[in-house]
């Protein structure tokens, strides 16, 4: 059977998620990278599924996985991050996605990212974003601001505190990549982290999603999220530029 790179990017991702969602609630082996950070059982067994996918229908291509690392060489890097939301998991909280994306070039040409608790897929094939067959389309009405907070916690809680965030949004803290699809999908007004986010494969597939469907994607400083720190991803324009300001009035 002959998939595009699209139709790959959604088999891998629902292909992973099967997997995350038949061990979602149960006791499973953790492994620790940090004090603080962890991969589960879910972790490795959703990477290998999905690189079973990969593999069969694309076999020369270059696989990027969170958990094993980089195999193959190829300007074509399928980057998978097979459980963003590890903690969320373990915790049996569900909010937790499996993203796949297809780097070409440096360029994100394919994406898609399954929801395993809900079902959801979210895709683009670079001209057309969906969650499932429906287009996505973002809006700011929600007033939902979403934060991925890291230490040393500085710029994004400045903009907590910032005058007029608190009269024109309100915060979420989801802590997964799933919200960054929901600003594309018109659930959240805007998405903020900071930290070094580029070639990060927690986030490839997010990215591609978003631009396609037209969210204002930047670094915390406005300028290209190729080249900064930190990612601000908003509905509209007007919302970039008002949480931007705030951001800027918090250095």
């Not at 915060?171 to 999908?185: I, K, N, Q, Y």
């Not at 300028?223 to 509209?236: K, R």
């Amino acid at each position: 059977m002959s998939l595009s790179d699209a139709e790959l990017a959604v088999t891998a991702a629902e292909a992973g998620a099967a997997v995350v969602r038949s061990l979602y609630g149960k006791p499973l082996p953790r492994y620790d990278k940090t004090s603080v950070d962890f991969a589960t059982q879910a972790d490795l067994e959703a990477e290998q599924a999905i690189l079973d996918v990969i593999r069969e229908h694309r076999p020369d291509d270059a696989f990027l996985g969170e958990e094993t690392g980089l195999s193959g060489a190829s300007d074509r890097t399928w980057m998978v991050d097979p459980l963003c939301g590890t903690l969320n998991f373990a915790a049996q909280t569900p909010l937790i996605a499996v993203n796949v994306a297809l780097r070409v070039a440096g360029r994100d040409v394919a994406a898609a990212a399954a929801d395993p608790i809900s079902g959801e897929v979210f895709w683009t094939d670079g001209v057309r974003a969906q969650v499932d067959d429906q287009p996505l389309t973002p809006s700011p009405d929600s007033k939902l601001v979403d934060f991925n907070l890291d230490p040393p916690y500085g710029d994004l809680l400045s903009v907590i505190a910032a005058p007029g965030f608190a009269e024109r949004f309100s915060p979420r803290v989801m802590s997964t990549s799933l919200a960054c699809f929901w600003v594309a999908a018109g659930r959240r007004a805007a998405y903020l982290s900071d930290g070094d986010k580029r070639d990060s494969v927690h986030f490839a597939a997010a990215l591609a999603v978003c631009r396609t469907a037209g969210c204002v994607v930047t670094d915390l400083k406005g300028g290209p999220f190729e080249t900064g720190e930190g990612l601000l991803v908003a509905a509209d324009r007007e919302t970039h530029e008002a949480l931007l300001g705030m951001i800027l009035l918090g250095r």
